[in-house]
């Protein structure tokens, strides 16, 4: 969820069943959904996960022996399989450069034009080689290598 008015008008949403809920008196469920959206709110936040990261320009820019440029991670925040990389990855995860298609148009347009047209994430280039949703084992091989 890129837009920040689209992700308030679902936390209005939400915030407007656990509001019912309570003014209905069935406060458990009100509390047990108003904890769910929570973490609803805060999985798809567009803020969620921005950390003035890499760019796609530098990542560019990077010469062919700068061993960040042997692993580079497209993501997003809220993504469950960009979620799921980067915990089966573990420690290794700090040796990918890692790239927010949130915070970069440019790494936006090209996790697009790699995946034809679709903003499919993760998308890692390991060796110069783009690959959508790859199997957590090859990228922590590569990254083991490094």
């Known amino acids: 969820m890129r837009s920040p008015w689209l992700w308030a008008a679902l936390v209005a949403a939400l915030g407007l069943v656990v509001l019912d809920a309570a003014a209905d008196g069935r406060l458990g469920f009100a509390v047990g959904y108003g904890v769910v959206a929570l973490a609803v709110a805060w999985w798809t936040s567009p803020w969620r996960g921005r950390r003035g990261g890499t760019t796609h320009e ?43 298609i949130w915070e970069d148009e440019e790494a936006a347009a090209y996790v697009r034009e790699v995946n034809g047209g679709n903003e499919t994430v993760p998308t890692v280039v390991i060796d110069g080689i783009p690959r959508t949703n790859p199997d957590p084992a090859l990228v922590a091989e590569r990254l083991r290598e490094a």
Do not use: H, I
């Not at 990077?62 to 497209?74: E, I, N």
């Open 58 to 100: 530098e990542v560019l820019s990077m010469a062919d022996t700068d061993p960040r440029k042997g692993v580079v991670v497209y993501w997003r925040p809220g993504c469950g399989f960009c979620a799921m990389l980067r915990a089966r990855l573990g420690a290794l995860r700090e040796q990918a450069t890692w790239v927010n």
